[in-house]
């Protein structure tokens, strides 16, 4: 019976070591390293129809918002008697893009930009339930207007982050006809705009929407319950499928996606199997749940402990092109211990780190292009991508390695069509108020004066050598 026992000890250490082996060494994940000198020897292969693009959200840069949740929110104190944004700080009128967006479409000029990718506000469009103003309307057909008069593509977010106070009040997201509510401030916006814009976005970033509202409770409502975090996933994805059809309804010929935001997790320790599992874990539920929800209609979620959900939309391949917003990569540390039980690590002592405290990792961008590939054909838009980086020394590298990254995805076959920078121009961060930027300008906020970032230039650099190879 011994000699059983022992036996079997030693066989269940040998499979051990032999799993943690093949994870330390083999895991084509983990271990992917794109050599920089290889890929700067590549040539370029952005084809002619590649969008080269900014990013902006209207919370975030067009000021006076005040009708909406994050306004209110950002007067509010959290349990501890903490402000909500760092230093107390408003958006007020944040980059006072509402008034100044032809001298912004310049700067895209400026950089020979081809597309701009921006936020309808949705509580100026309809302040009220039901009450849409005409107004507000006119002012985004004239900013498309101009996009189009400088030939600059326009592509345009319909939900980022915000909403009207009334539909926050009803209960939002939580409520189960909020995919009706949205699709139908979706649809007036198309029947208004559909002529003109060819590129809408639904929602952007529902798992962060529902992870920094419900479960980490940093982002309006503030909440700390893992289930309705779920939930509000849920209708989230719900409110795509909606908006989609309904937009669809309106201009059948328009390209309709949703903007996902993955961040790869990885484990900080490549034997540990705790950590491999949670961060297998953390990537299939914060980031392939959404594109397996795009591809086959089925949004399948669970948390262990706190509940799963299974919802069947019934609708398949309910999108034209997936968004990425591609920031950086994750470290948990699987803890038993805690509440959550997980804890993030500090990244390796080698890493180069933002303004944000995130890692810049860009093979990680390639891993989250190849993770949405294996799941559809269609084309991804890199609709998010950036850095945030006061001291400017890190943007142009970190402008190259990402673009040259890109270039290589594109080389082996995945169907990537453009590229956004986060952001133009520095803007009102969330919960970092103006503490960090991001933006390929400067703003002064005292004067709002908009003033070309040297890093940037990187990205002009780019885009004529791209032009230039297909001559
Ligand atoms: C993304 C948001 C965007 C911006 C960047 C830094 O998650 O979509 O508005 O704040 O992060």
Same mark, same amino acid.
């Given at each position: 019976?011994?000699?059983?026992?022992?036996?079997?000890?030693?066989?269940?250490?040998?499979?051990?070591? $032999?799993?943690?082996?093949?994870?330390?060494?083999?895991?084509?994940?983990?271990?992917?390293?794109?050599?920089?000198?290889?890929?700067?020897?590549?040539?370029?292969?952005?084809?002619?129809?590649?969008?080269?693009?900014?990013?902006? !959200?209207?919370?975030?840069?067009?000021?006076?918002?005040?009708?909406?949740n994050?306004?209110?929110?950002?007067?509010t104190?959290?349990?501890?008697?903490?402000?909500?944004?760092a230093?107390? *700080?408003?958006?007020?009128?944040?980059?006072?893009?509402?008034?100044? $967006?032809?001298?912004?479409?310049? %700067?895209?000029?400026?950089?020979?930009?081809? /597309?701009?990718?921006?936020?309808?506000?949705?509580?100026?469009?309809?302040?009220?339930?039901?009450?849409f103003?005409?107004?507000?309307?006119?002012?985004?057909?004239?900013?498309?207007?101009?996009?189009?008069?400088?030939?600059?593509?326009?592509?345009?977010?319909?939900?980022?982050?915000?909403?009207?106070?009334?539909f &926050?009040?009803?209960?939002?997201?939580?409520?189960?006809?909020? @995919?009706?509510i949205?699709?139908?401030?979706?649809?007036?916006?198309?029947?208004r705009?559909g !002529?003109?814009?060819?590129?809408?976005?639904?929602?952007?970033?529902?798992?962060?929407?529902?992870?920094?509202? $419900?479960?980490?409770?940093?982002?309006?409502?503030?909440?700390?319950?893992?289930?309705k /975090?779920?939930?509000?996933?849920?209708?989230?994805? #719900?409110?795509h499928?909606?908006?989609?059809?309904?937009?669809? *309804?309106?201009?059948?010929?328009?390209?309709?996606?949703?903007?996902?935001?993955?961040?790869?997790?990885?484990?900080?320790? #490549?034997?540990?199997?705790?950590d491999? +599992?949670?961060?297998?874990?953390?990537?299939?539920?914060?980031?392939?749940?959404?594109?397996?929800? %795009?591809?086959?209609?089925?949004?399948?979620f669970?948390? @262990?402990?706190?509940? !799963?959900?299974?919802?069947?939309?019934?609708?398949?391949? /309910?999108?034209?092109?997936?968004?990425?917003?591609?920031?950086?990569?994750?470290?948990?540390?699987?803890?038993?211990?805690?509440?959550?039980?997980?804890?993030?690590v500090?990244?390796?002592?080698?890493?180069?780190?933002?303004?944000?405290?995130?890692?810049i990792?860009?093979?990680?961008?390639?891993?989250?292009?190849?993770?949405?590939?294996?799941?559809?054909?269609?084309?991804?838009?890199?609709?998010?991508?950036?850095?945030?980086?006061?001291? &400017?020394?890190?943007?142009?590298?970190?402008?190259? &390695?990402?673009?040259?990254?890109?270039?290589r995805?594109?080389? &082996?076959? +995945?169907?990537?069509?453009?590229?956004?920078?986060?952001?133009?121009?520095?803007?009102f961060?969330?919960?970092?108020?103006?503490?960090?930027?991001?933006?390929?300008?400067?703003?002064?906020?005292a004067?709002?004066?908009?003033? %070309?970032?040297?890093?940037?230039?990187?990205?002009?650099?780019?885009? +004529?050598?791209?032009?230039?190879?297909?001559?």
């Open positions: 019976m011994k000699k059983v026992f022992t036996a079997f000890t030693v066989l269940i250490v040998l499979v051990l070591l $032999y799993a943690i082996a093949i994870l330390w060494f083999r895991d084509p994940d983990t271990v992917l390293v794109l050599d920089r000198n290889s890929l700067r020897n590549e040539s370029l292969r952005f084809g002619k129809d590649f969008l080269w693009g900014a990013s902006t !959200s209207a919370y975030q840069v067009e000021g006076n918002c005040t009708n909406c994050w306004s209110q929110f950002e007067t104190l959290d349990p501890q008697g903490h402000p909500r944004i230093r107390g *700080q408003i958006c007020g009128p944040a980059a006072d893009h509402w008034n100044r $967006y032809k001298e912004d479409i310049l %700067l895209l000029k400026e950089l020979h930009l081809t /597309a701009f990718r921006f936020s309808v506000e949705w509580s100026k469009v309809e302040p009220e339930e039901g009450v103003a005409d107004s507000v309307l006119d002012h985004y057909e004239r900013v498309v207007d101009e996009l189009r008069a400088s030939g600059i593509e326009p592509f345009i977010t319909l939900h980022h982050f915000t909403n009207p106070l009334w &926050d009040r009803k209960g939002g997201f939580e409520r189960d006809d909020s @995919p009706e949205l699709a139908r401030f979706a649809a007036k916006v198309v029947q705009l !002529s003109k814009v060819r590129f809408w976005s639904t929602i952007n970033e529902p798992n962060i929407y529902a992870v920094e509202g $419900y479960f980490r409770g940093t982002f309006p409502p503030a909440q700390h319950d893992p289930k /975090a779920i939930l509000v996933f849920r209708n989230l994805l #719900r409110a499928t909606a908006c989609f059809q309904a937009i669809k *309804q309106v201009r059948p010929e328009a390209h309709v996606g949703l903007l996902a935001n993955i961040f790869v997790f990885d484990p900080p320790e #490549r034997w540990n199997l705790l491999v +599992m949670l961060a297998h874990y953390l990537n299939e539920a914060f980031s392939v749940s959404v594109i397996d929800y %795009l591809t086959t209609g089925v949004f399948d669970s948390l @262990p402990g706190v509940g !799963s959900e299974h919802f069947d939309s019934g609708v398949r391949e /309910a999108f034209d092109f997936v968004g990425l917003n591609y920031y950086s990569r994750l470290l948990y540390h699987f803890d038993l211990f805690t509440e959550e039980k997980m804890v993030a500090q990244y390796l002592p080698r890493a180069e780190l933002t303004d944000k405290g995130w890692e990792y860009p093979e990680g961008l390639y891993r989250a292009l190849r993770m949405i590939s294996s799941r559809t054909a269609k084309p991804i838009y890199i609709t998010e991508n950036g850095i945030a980086d006061d001291s &400017d020394l890190k943007r142009a590298s970190f402008i190259e &390695d990402h673009l040259l990254v890109t270039n995805a594109i080389h &082996d076959g +995945m169907n990537v069509k453009g590229y956004f920078y986060w952001s133009l121009m520095d803007n961060e969330w919960v970092d108020g103006f503490d960090v930027r991001f933006g390929l300008y400067a703003v002064d906020f004067t709002q004066k908009r003033t %070309l970032r040297k890093g940037s230039l990187k990205y002009k650099e780019i885009i +004529m050598q791209s032009e230039k190879s297909r001559e």
